[in-house]
C-alpha cells in the first residue's frame, strides 16, 4: 500500500524568505511519481511540481523545487522568496505503477506567509 | 486555471436526497478521476474513467455512481444523501490511462452540504 506523511500541520514564513514542507512516502513499487498540490482558500487544488521515481535531477518549477532523497523515501517542496499569495494548504501526493491510477494524498501542511 | 470545469460549484441539499455533480476534463484528456475531501477523511480517491468505461475504482461508496459519456464529460451521482456526504468533491482529468507520470490536472471543485 501506499503511503504519504507530512507531518507539518502547520507553519509561518517571513515574507521574502524561503521555506521547505516535508513529504516522507511509503511504497513497495520502484516506478512512481511524486507530486505537489496547493489548495488557497478558495479551494481550488493546484498541481505545482512533479517528481519521477527514475529522475536523476531535483525538479524545478520557478520558485518551486523538490528535495527529492530516494534513499530516506523524502520528497520536500521548497518555496523560495516566500510571497504572501503562497498562504495555503500544500499537498503531497504519490503514484504508484503498481497502485492503479490513483493519486494518494498526505494531510496536508497549511503555509502562512507572514509580511 | 487548470481547463477542468466543474458545476455547481456549491450545491446545498437534505438528508435523503440524490444529487448530481458535473464535470468536463481538459481538452483532449481521455481520463477523468473523482476525488473526495472532507474534513476527517482528507482527499481520497472514488472513481476513474477512461474514454467511457470504469478502470478503478476506490473508496467509492455503493449509493455513490459515476459515468462518462462519449463527449468525454462525467456525472458523479451521490443518493440517499447523509450528513457525512458534505465534502469538497474534485473531479481531476490526464491525458492517458494510467502511468504514474501523469500529472492529474484539478477542477475548481464542488461544495456540497448536506443539512
Known amino acids: 500500500a501506499q503511503k504519504i506523511t507530512q507531518t507539518q500541520p502547520g507553519m509561518f514564513v517571513q515574507e521574502k524568505e524561503a521555506v521547505t514542507l516535508d513529504c516522507t512516502y511509503d511504497?513497495?513499487?520502484?516506478?512512481?511519481?511524486l507530486f505537489w498540490y496547493k489548495q488557497p482558500s478558495s479551494g481550488e487544488m493546484i498541481f505545482l511540481i512533479y517528481?519521477?521515481?527514475?529522475?536523476?535531477q531535483n525538479a524545478t518549477e520557478g520558485r518551486y523545487s523538490l528535495n527529492f532523497q530516494k534513499a530516506r523515501k523524502s520528497a520536500n517542496l521548497v518555496i523560495s522568496a516566500s510571497q504572501l499569495g503562497d498562504s495555503a494548504m500544500y499537498f503531497c501526493?504519490?503514484?504508484?505503477?503498481?497502485?492503479?491510477?490513483?493519486?494518494?494524498f498526505g494531510g496536508g501542511t497549511r503555509l502562512m506567509v507572514k509580511p | 486555471d487548470s481547463g477542468v470545469t466543474q458545476t455547481p460549484k456549491h450545491l446545498i441539499t437534505a438528508t435523503g436526497q440524490r444529487v448530481t455533480l458535473r464535470c468536463s476534463p481538459r481538452s483532449g484528456d481521455l481520463s477523468v478521476y473523482w476525488y473526495q475531501q472532507s474534513l476527517d477523511q482528507g482527499l481520497q480517491f472514488l472513481i476513474q474513467?477512461?474514454?467511457?468505461?470504469?478502470?478503478a475504482k476506490g473508496n467509492i461508496l455503493e449509493r455513490f455512481s459515476a459515468q462518462q459519456f462519449p463527449d468525454l464529460h462525467s456525472e458523479l451521482n451521490l443518493s440517499s444523501l447523509e450528513l457525512g456526504d458534505s465534502a469538497l468533491y474534485f473531479c481531476?482529468?490526464?491525458?492517458?490511462?494510467?502511468?504514474?507520470?501523469?500529472?492529474?490536472?484539478f477542477g475548481p471543485g464542488t461544495r456540497l452540504t448536506v443539512l
Open positions: 517528481q519521477g521515481s527514475y529522475d536523476q
Open positions: 481531476a482529468s490526464s491525458d492517458r490511462l494510467a502511468k504514474y507520470t501523469d500529472t492529474q490536472y
Open positions: 511504497t513497495s513499487d520502484p516506478s512512481y511519481g
Open positions: 474513467y477512461y474514454n467511457g468505461e470504469e478502470r
Open positions: 501526493a504519490m503514484r504508484a505503477g503498481n497502485a492503479g491510477n490513483m493519486l494518494t
